[in-house]
């Protein structure tokens, strides 16, 4: 099995290029492009849905012998340097990406560019949400 822990969601937290510079490397088709291939991996976009500042792409990856579905969320409106002016979003993202991560056990591996603002910013909402939903069992 590859991946130990393989989580099923992604975010992407960054755009490839802005202000003309590139930020992060595309390490995955658009829907409607040709698989793309990195080692011994292989990556195909299934589906893409366009939403209110990211997409939901539904990525395919082989290895092997062995095929996993992966849920991208592409979050494509945090300004260079700066924060968003309105979080409702990527709150609205973040309410999303529990749907499709089956396992709450299962971490959900955020990434960015260099600058490590969207990262922290995500985490703690992230933190923040798992928190309330335990404070949401507990007082049931």
Known sequence: SFLFVSPQVIVMACREFEMGRKKCERYFPLQGEETMSFGPFRISCESEQARTDYFIRTLMVEYEN???RITQFHYMNWPDHDVP???DSILDMIGLM???QENDDVPICVHCRLVYTEHAVLRHLLQLRQHLKEKETDNR
Do not use: C, V
């Open 98 to 100: 529990r749907e499709y």
């Open 85 to 87: 002016s309105s979080f």
């Open 66 to 68: 062995e095929t996993r």
